[in-house]
Structures are given as structure tokens and as C-alpha cells.
């Protein structure tokens, strides 16, 4: 649909004319991190952040939902479905990705009636990554670098201004609603060609090969020794699936007052980490060890969601790398099973 160019100043205005309408969050400041939170002033967005603590999917997949009301007599079940108008401002382009696949996720099959309200009513600003968020960061080598789909406006900082990638209609729309921005002249495609054109050599091919080998590795590495060594040093926290911008492992339960009248159901985040996570009915734990667990995570990462929806389940954002407290990371995880790979079949000639 073309480019628009907005002027920073004009940006801080288009913030305040969303909020007239639309709830705005976007990357703010706290603590010493950046978090997704809801923008009490166009002050509050950084869009220079880093990397946010947790990934913008809280917004599409919250922490905590009450998903259900229900009479215990039957006489009253009724879904809850609270979808705010929201904007979602800054999204790096490793959580656009990893968006994208939850909304293949959600919306295959049976279709999740809570996720697709609330994507429906979400419109997302992408920001171009400019250089690394961490020094865990491997995007490149995750072929997450850029987005050229699934978002409705994305932004490259060009120095004073923005340049605005239309991608929706509905993106359109709101950039005339609430923007002033102008047309693109020769010059600022010149001046973006170039701006992207010094990013790339800015961030590393961090994995020893190209990832296109990443889902038949995994394949092959199923009875890998790598990962009793994983499971040995994981201390089952699930830190790395709680920042985790793909994983949507989820536990519901049911809650009824004093007088068993009414309930609510709601959904919390879960983790396939945690000890008990794969304890089902009779006390059978059908992944047992650490060992197990780690190899589900990384095999989901690596071959099951290329299997299931064409895309994979990393997205190279390096979060969960940040979060492990034994240093159990993905770039050193793959590359560990691809040069054990190679290391068998040479002593094989």
C-alpha cells in the first residue's frame, strides 16, 4: 500500500488521538526494564527500547483470564469476552513473527472464540529492529530480522521522522484518523533504503547453519545425549516459557462461591517445565524428567510447530536465554545437536 513519512512531533500527537479511542500500549520504562504497558502519555513510549521483559502476546493471550460464568445448576453458561479496542505500538519484528503464528495457533481448527475477539480488536504497530535488542538476540539467523505481513502500520526511524508501512486497510484508515503524515518522495525511499541497508551487517548469523536444516536436525536428535545434559542442570522454574513470545501452554480451572451457586472458569499461563505440568489422571506423568521436558521445549521450538503451521516455534527474540538461570540457551542448544550431527557422520567415513 506504499509508504507514508510522519515527523516524530506528529507521532506524539497521533498517540494522543488514539487514546481518545482506543486503549495505546506500547514499550515504557520500569525498574531498570521495559515492559508492554498501557501509555498514560505519548512521554511514556520508547520506542529505542531494547527488549521488554515479556513479549506484547499478553495482550492477544492474557496472563490471567476469566473465560466463563456459570450457574452450577446448569441453567447458566456464558463466555466472557473482554476484547478492549487496544493499539499496540512498537512491536519488534521477532514478536510480529511469533504473533503470526499464534494466530494460526488459535485460529486452526477448533478456533478460540477468547483469542480471535481479542485479535480482532487489536491493531498492531510494528518498529524496525535497527540494531541488536541483547546480546542474546539471534533474529537474524532466525530469518525474523524483518516483517514484510502481519501487521497493520510498521515504523523505521529515518532520524527526525518515521517512515510508515501501510499493511491493512484498517492500518490505513487509522493512519488518516489520527496521523498527519505525507506522502514519500524519491528521497526518503533513498534515505530508508539505506537505513536498512546499515542495519543488516549490524547483527550476526549467530547459528552454525541455515535454519531451513533446523526442523530435520531436530528430527534426527530426538534420542540426542544433549539432553540429559540439559535436564541435569534445569531447575524446572519455567522462566523461559513464562517471556517466552510463542509458547501458549495454558491451565484452566474452575472457581465456585461459599454458597455453590456460580463459577468462573479462567485460563492462566502454564509452563511444560514445571514438575508436575505432565501429571494426568492416575498419577501417569508422560514426561517424567527435566531431560524429557527440555527436549519437548526445544523439539516444539525446532520441528513440531513447522510441522502443525509451517512456522517455527522460535523466533530468536533471546528471552528465554536472558531468563535461564543455568544458561541453558537456544543458539547453544542447536548448534551443540547440528555439530554433534556432523561430528557422527564424519566418524562414520
Request: proline share 4%; hydrophobic share 35%.
Amino acid at each position: 500500500m506504499g509508504f507514508r513519512v510522519i515527523s516524530k512531533e506528529a507521532l506524539g500527537r497521533m498517540v494522543r488521538s488514539l487514546q481518545q479511542q482506543y486503549r495505546v500500549v506500547g514499550p515504557k520504562p520500569v525498574a531498570g526494564e521495559f515492559i508492554f504497558a498501557e501509555i498514560e502519555s505519548a512521554d511514556d513510549l520508547h520506542l529505542d527500547y531494547t527488549q521488554t521483559v515479556v513479549p506484547p502476546k499478553k495482550y492477544l493471550l492474557p496472563q490471567h483470564e476469566e473465560i466463563a460464568r456459570f450457574n452450577l445448576d446448569g441453567s447458566v453458561i456464558a463466555p466472557v469476552l473482554d476484547a478492549p479496542p487496544t493499539v499496540i505500538l512498537g512491536i519488534h519484528t521477532c514478536d510480529l513473527h511469533a504473533m503470526q503464528l499464534l494466530d494460526k495457533v488459535f485460529g486452526s481448527g477448533y478456533v478460540d472464540q477468547h483469542y480471535r475477539k481479542r485479535r480482532e480488536n487489536v491493531w498492531l504497530i510494528g518498529i524496525e529492529c535497527l540494531r541488536p535488542c541483547t546480546p542474546h538476540s539471534f533474529c537474524k539467523s532466525m530469518g525474523t530480522l524483518t516483517a514484510s505481513d502481519n501487521f497493520d502500520l510498521h515504523l523505521t526511524d529515518l532520524g527526525d521522522e518515521y517512515a510508515v508501512d501501510i499493511g491493512t486497510e484498517r492500518g490505513e484508515a487509522l493512519l488518516q484518523a489520527h496521523a498527519e503524515t505525507r506522502f514519500a518522495t524519491d528521497e526518503d525511499y533513498q534515505h530508508l533504503n539505506a537505513v536498512l541497508t546499515e542495519k543488516w551487517p549490524r547483527f550476526a548469523y549467530r547459528l552454525d547453519f541455515d535454519v531451513s536444516e533446523l526442523p530435520s536436525l531436530m528430527r534426527m536428535s530426538y534420542h540426542s545425549k544433549l539432553w540429559e545434559e540439559l535436564g541435569k542442570r534445569c531447575l524446572a522454574c519455567g522462566s523461559c516459557t513464562n517471556v517466552c513470545p510463542t509458547c501458549y501452554c495454558f491451565n484452566v480451572q474452575d472457581d465456585v462461591d461459599f454458597a455453590l451457586s456460580v463459577g468462573t472458569r479462567t485460563r492462566n499461563w502454564d509452563s511444560c517445565q514445571l514438575d508436575e505440568f505432565a501429571i494426568v489422571a492416575g498419577g501417569h506423568d508422560f514426561r517424567p524428567t527435566r531431560a524429557t521436558r527440555q527436549r519437548h521445549r526445544f523439539m516444539r521450538k525446532g520441528v513440531y510447530q513447522t510441522d502443525a503451521y509451517k512456522l517455527l516455534g522460535c523466533v530468536g527474540c533471546g528471552r528465554c536465554a536472558q531468563a535461564c538461570l543455568v544458561h541453558i540457551t537456544p543458539v547453544d542448544t542447536f548448534n551443540q545437536l547440528y555439530h554433534d550431527r556432523m561430528n557422527a557422520a564424519e566418524a562414520k567415513k
